[in-house]
């Protein structure tokens, strides 16, 4: 069984940078997405940015474009540690984020429904 869990969040001021990371367990090597999504207090969780494990293909949404990062431990093989590395962080970037696993590839990488595991979250702040 997978298991996720986020860290690195924390409160920050406008212009600063935070890099999350999602230690997985549980996972075997093969043709999947990780992602990690956000989702602020009374919205619907927002896609973030999503790579392809087997290629390292990556996706961003829009608003995460030039600013923000994802990436992954170098070691084929070895599933353990996807990163998120956030830049010029605005106050409309504050919502808890998670990362997700979608079990199996698929090329609908920003609907939450695809993910089957899901970390417990890291809350960040963003103050202007």
């Known amino acids: 069984q997978v298991q996720l869990v986020e860290s690195g969040g924390g409160s920050v001021q406008a212009g600063d940078s935070l890099r999350l990371s999602c230690a997985v367990s549980?996972?075997?090597?093969?043709?999947?997405?990780m992602a990690w999504f956000r989702q602020a207090p009374g919205k619907e969780r927002e896609f973030v940015a999503a790579?392809?494990?087997?290629?390292?293909?990556?996706?961003?949404?829009t608003f995460a474009k030039g600013r923000f990062t994802i990436s992954r431990n170098n070691t084929k093989n070895t599933v353990n540690t996807v990163y998120l590395q956030m830049n010029s962080l605005i106050p409309e970037d504050t919502a808890v984020y998670y990362c997700?696993?979608?079990?199996?590839?698929?090329?609908?990488?920003?609907?939450?429904?695809?993910?089957?595991?899901w970390g417990q979250g890291t809350q960040v702040t963003v103050s202007s």
């Open positions: 997700g696993d979608s079990h199996i590839w698929t090329s609908d990488y920003s609907y939450p429904p695809h993910y089957g595991a």
């Open positions: 790579m392809r494990w087997t290629d390292g293909s990556t996706y961003y949404a």
């Open positions: 549980g996972r075997i090597w093969g043709d999947y997405n």
